[in-house]
C-alpha cells in the first residue's frame, strides 16, 4: 500500500513539472509574439505610430481621406468618419454603408468617448486638436494631411500601409495612373508657350477665398500649362476684390459649384463681372465626385487631364474626359458610371442621376 502511495505522489509531481514547463512554454510563445503583433509606420508629420498587424477598424476623421480609403478598397473597415462624409452623394453611391458608420462629433468638435466607443485600430486625421486629443486617450493615431502633388503621393501609400491587405498594389496601380497622365499632358503641351492666367476661387459663396502660389491647387494649375492669377502664397486666402480684379485671369475656375452656378455668381458681382473671363464665357465649376478633384483628392489624376483641356483645348481635342471618368470610377471603385453620371461630376454637379 505504502509503495502504491509513492507511485501515486511520484506521478502527481512528475504531472505537476510538466504542468510547469508546458506552462512556461506558452508564456514564452506569447511573448515571442507580441512583437509581431503590431508593427510601425512614420505618418505625414514624420511621427512613428505603432499599429496592429492587421488593421480591421479604421476611424477616419480627415473629410478628404475617406475617400482615399474607398479608392484602395479599404471603406468596409471604417467605423467612424465625419458627417459631411456621411452625406457625400457619390460616397454614398458608391458604398451605402456609409449611412451606418459612426460619425464621433458634435457640430465641428471631436467627442472622445464616442470615438473611443467605435473601439478603432487606427485613427486618422489632419488635425493637430484631434490628433492630439487621440493620442491622449492612447489611441493608434496617424496624420495623413499633405498640401503638395508629392504629398498626395505620399498620402495614398501611408493609408495603403495602414489599411494593408491588397491596399498597397491598389496604390501602386494609382501612382502609375497618377504619372502616366501627368506626363501625357505634358507630352501634350511641349512646345506650348501661352499659360494662361487662372484664378481659383475656392467656392461661389465667398468670391474673395481663393488659392494661391505654393499649393496644390497652384501645382496642377502649373502642371495644366497654365499659370496662377495671383502672387500671393497660401491656401484658401482671403484677396480683395479689387486685387482679384487686377489680376486680370483668362480662366476663372470656381471650386465646389457648376459651371452655370460660377457664372451667376461672378456675374451678380459688379466688378468681378466686368472681368475678361467672365464676359467670354471663361468659368468653370471644378468636377467634383467622391471629393471634389481641386484638392485633397485622389482624383487629382483626373483634375490635371480636364484642367488641361480647357486651358488648351485645341492640344487636347483627342482627350474624352467623359470616358475617363468612366475607367477611373470603374477601376477603383467598382462603380459603373454611365455617360449622365461621368457628366455630372465633370459639371461640378453633386447630383448622381
Not at 509581431?36 to 481621406?65: E, I
Not at 466607443?117 to 496617424?142: E, F, H
Not at 495612373?177 to 501625357?184: A, E
Not at 466688378?271 to 475678361?276: I, M, N, P, Y
Amino acid at each position: 500500500m505504502k509503495h502504491q502511495v509513492r507511485f501515486v505522489a511520484g506521478i502527481l509531481s512528475i504531472l505537476a513539472l510538466a504542468t510547469i514547463v508546458v506552462g512556461c512554454g506558452n508564456t514564452s510563445k506569447s511573448s515571442s509574439n507580441s512583437s509581431t503583433t503590431t508593427r510601425t509606420v512614420t505618418d505625414m508629420s514624420g511621427t512613428k505610430v505603432k499599429l496592429p498587424t492587421q488593421v480591421s477598424r479604421v476611424a477616419d476623421l480627415w473629410h478628404a481621406n475617406n475617400q482615399v480609403v474607398m479608392l484602395l478598397g479599404g471603406q468596409k473597415k471604417l467605423v467612424a468618419t465625419t458627417q459631411m462624409i456621411k452625406t457625400e452623394p457619390w460616397i454614398n453611391a458608391i458604398f451605402p454603408g456609409i449611412s451606418k458608420v459612426k460619425a464621433p462629433f458634435s457640430g465641428e468638435d471631436m467627442q472622445i468617448e464616442a470615438l473611443l466607443k467605435t473601439k478603432p485600430d487606427v485613427v486618422i486625421s489632419s488635425d493637430p486638436g484631434q490628433i492630439k486629443q487621440a493620442r491622449n486617450a492612447k489611441l493608434p493615431t496617424v496624420n495623413a494631411m499633405y498640401q503638395d502633388f508629392a504629398g498626395l503621393r505620399r498620402s495614398v501609400n501611408l493609408t495603403a500601409n495602414v489599411l494593408g491587405g491588397n491596399a498597397p498594389k491598389v496604390a501602386k496601380n494609382y501612382q502609375k495612373d497618377l504619372t502616366s497622365n501627368l506626363n501625357y499632358v505634358k507630352t501634350q503641351l511641349k512646345g506650348v508657350t501661352n499659360k494662361p492666367k487662372v484664378l481659383h476661387i475656392v467656392n461661389s459663396t465667398n468670391l474673395n477665398v481663393v488659392d494661391g502660389q505654393n499649393t496644390i491647387v497652384d501645382e496642377w494649375i502649373k502642371a495644366a500649362g497654365g499659370q496662377n492669377a495671383l502672387s500671393q502664397k497660401g491656401n484658401m486666402i482671403s484677396v480683395t476684390t479689387e486685387k482679384l480684379a487686377k489680376s486680370n485671369p483668362d480662366v476663372i475656375i470656381v471650386g465646389s459649384t457648376t459651371t452655370a452656378n460660377a457664372l451667376k455668381a461672378l456675374k451678380k458681382d459688379p466688378v468681378l463681372s466686368k472681368l475678361t473671363a467672365v464676359k467670354t464665357g471663361h468659368v468653370y465649376g471644378n468636377p467634383q465626385g467622391t471629393f471634389p478633384w481641386d484638392r485633397y483628392s485622389a482624383e487629382e489624376a483626373l483634375q490635371v487631364l480636364w484642367a488641361a483641356q480647357k486651358l488648351h483645348p485645341a492640344q487636347f481635342k483627342q482627350l474624352h474626359m467623359t470616358q475617363k471618368t468612366q475607367a477611373f470610377y470603374q477601376k477603383y471603385y467598382n462603380y459603373q458610371l454611365s455617360r449622365h453620371q461621368a457628366n455630372l461630376i465633370l459639371s461640378g454637379s453633386t447630383a448622381t442621376k
